[in-house]
């Protein structure tokens, strides 16, 4: 019995000298101590032996089971502090170390210029005011006096949802919105997308975007369209830039023009940017035709107005260099990166 004692305090001493984690030091407890244990299972033949081993063979039972117990003790302090040990080292904060960087995300060239337009125009008393552009054929067409029938619809092709229903092929549209809303004084622009079923090349893309104009009130007058779009575009380019309007025609308007300014480059002489004509053609305008006013509700004898609209894209494209519009919707990095 007493070799048997010896041999489990040696084979404890040996297995928790190795043991590793505490599940496996509980298992070891269990193993040479719990009730079905190595331990007990000795003690257990106590009953075999003479009087006299008996106290003898109680007491190495007992010098053994408190030797396992005090290593066991040491073992799971021993534990205990290397994981504790282990969790400090793995989150472990080192405030000197170099942040991951941030890619910060910026405008787009056509938000750009699209917001430094609208700064432009509400700080000349305008408001800003969007509508739809999935829109009626009524708001889109009829109301802007361009009739089922009418000719200048030919160069407005869109895509229809249905013979009602189409996407907007222009801004103008929230003109009749807004006027059929609200009564005059109206002074409003209106930015947004708008839709064409032409095929995609450098100078052509079945969305792009526009900028309406609309004001009205009493006594609205051409020198009003004039004044305005002027200074709209000394803003927009600088104080020396020149400006021309030249007849035109528009079903909403009466009498129409476009708005011209003087190629930047060769000051009217005519060179490749302007493609030899001097002027660069920036807008359409006009006065509200009478028509317009009454189909959307405003008394054409009390009330007049002028309006315009503007491409978004191609004054982009001139303020940055950009020769290709496609550039603007295929989202490359490359190109983004640079405004
Ligand atoms: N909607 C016209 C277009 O897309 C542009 C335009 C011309 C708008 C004259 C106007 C205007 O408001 O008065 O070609």
Redesign the pocket.
């Known amino acids: 019995m007493k070799d048997a004692l010896e041999k489990i305090r040696q084979a404890a001493a040996a297995e928790l000298a190795k043991c590793a984690d505490s599940k496996e030091l509980e298992s070891l407890r269990v193993k040479f101590l719990g009730k079905k244990g190595e331990l007990t299972g000795i003690l257990k033949q106590m009953g075999g032996l003479s009087p006299e081993e008996r106290p003898r063979m109680g007491q190495l039972a007992n010098e053994v089971r408190a030797s396992i117990e005090a290593t066991l003790a040491e073992k799971q302090t021993a534990l205990k502090s290397a994981l504790l040990e282990r969790q400090l080292r793995a989150e472990r904060l080192d405030v000197t170390m170099p942040g991951g960087e941030i890619r910060m995300g910026k405008p787009h060239p056509l938000t750009l210029v699209m917001d430094e337009i609208k700064e432009i125009f509400l700080g000349m008393g305008f408001d800003v005011v969007t509508g739809p552009e999935v829109e009626y054929d009524r708001y889109n067409f009829e109301m802007?006096n361009m009739p089922k029938d009418h000719p200048s619809r030919d160069?407005?092709d869109t895509f229809y949802i249905d013979s009602n229903i189409l996407l907007r092929?222009?801004?103008?549209p929230v003109?009749a919105r807004v006027m059929e809303q609200t009564q005059p004084p109206i002074r409003v622009i209106s930015p947004g997308r708008?839709y064409r079923s032409d095929a995609i090349d450098a100078t052509h893309s079945p969305l792009f975007h526009?900028i309406?104009?609309?004001v009205v009130d009493k006594g609205i007058t051409m020198a009003d369209l004039k004044g305005t779009l002027e200074v709209f575009v000394k803003r927009l380019y600088g104080e020396d830039a020149v400006v021309r309007f030249r007849p035109?025609h528009?079903a909403?308007?009466e009498p129409?023009a476009?708005l011209d300014t003087m190629c930047f480059h060769c000051h009217g002489e005519g060179c490749r940017l302007c493609k030899g004509e001097g002027w660069i053609e920036l807008?359409?305008?006009?006065m509200?035709n009478p028509k317009v006013l009454k189909n959307c509700g405003i008394d054409p004898e009390v009330y007049s107005g002028?309006?315009?609209?503007?491409?978004l894209e191609r004054v982009v494209m001139r303020r940055f260099n950009i020769d290709d519009l496609r550039l603007f919707f295929e989202n490359d990095l490359r190109f983004l990166d640079q405004f």
């Open positions: 802007l160069t407005q092929t222009q801004t103008s003109q708008v526009q309406e104009g609309l035109h528009f909403f308007t129409s476009e807008l359409g305008c006009g509200v002028f309006a315009f609209g503007m491409g």
